[in-house]
């Protein structure tokens, strides 16, 4: 699957630093979105649910990132596809949801919602963090990149809803904060499927 001659020419991608940031970037988001998730049934917030998902979702993207590391460029690509197509998935789900919950409006509990948000924001700029030289490359890496920007703004937005619920005593935060993400899904996924089409029409072209 992998050769000398599609390996790519910034090999940092490659070396032994970027393998344990990416080890470091799977253990932060699928231990704290197990939490997370756990959080998110307790309080009754749908957008701390979908940031749980996000974070499991960038965890088990970021450990295929990692097995991806000196495949081809074409299998690089098509990793990638993989990872926007997952994205765009969890984005359509959560919208379905939140549809579901606008329907039958619960208030989650702000102080818990809160809690969990804030909690998660921590994990995931620690996370962004250690990736941040590592951000640029095939689009295998800007899709593990993408993912770990996308948690700690969803995380932002979370801790930032929990306020409003709180504020406000009504559920809509909440809701429109899960909506927000989800559309933040569905950018990321477009562009990480973009790329990787770019990165594959690149690696099956003649000569």
């Given amino acids: 699957m992998s050769g000398d001659d599609d390996l790519p020419q910034d ?6 630093a970027y393998r344990r940031t990416l080890w470091i970037v799977v253990g932060l988001n699928v231990g704290y979105g197990l939490i997370e998730m756990v959080g998110g049934f307790i309080s009754g917030s749908q957008a701390l649910k979908a940031d ?7 965890g088990l993207i970021s450990l295929l990132g990692l097995l991806a590391i000196g495949w081809s460029l074409a299998w690089r ?10 994205l765009a998935a969890l984005g359509v ?49 800007r899709a593990v990149w993408l993912f770990s920007r996308n948690d700690a703004i969803g995380n932002l937005a979370v801790v930032i809803a929990a306020g409003l619920v709180w504020w406000t ?31 594959l029409r690149k690696a099956t072209q003649p000569g």
């Fill in 11 to 16: 090999l940092a991608h490659i070396t032994p």
């Fill in 52 to 58: 749980a998902l996000d974070l499991l979702g960038d």
């Fill in 77 to 86: 690509a098509r990793s990638a596809l993989i990872q926007g197509l997952f």
């Fill in 93 to 141: 789900g959560v919208l379905a949801t939140t549809g579901y919950r606008v329907l039958v409006l619960n208030q989650p509990e702000a102080e818990l919602m809160g809690l969990f948000g804030a909690m998660a924001l921590v994990v995931n700029v620690a996370a962004a963090a250690v990736l941040i030289p590592h951000r640029t490359g095939d689009a295998n890496v």
């Fill in 169 to 199: 005593g009504t559920a809509w935060p909440d809701l429109a904060v899960a909506a927000v993400i989800a559309g933040l899904f569905l950018q990321s996924a477009w562009s990480i499927v973009r790329d990787a089409l770019a990165d």
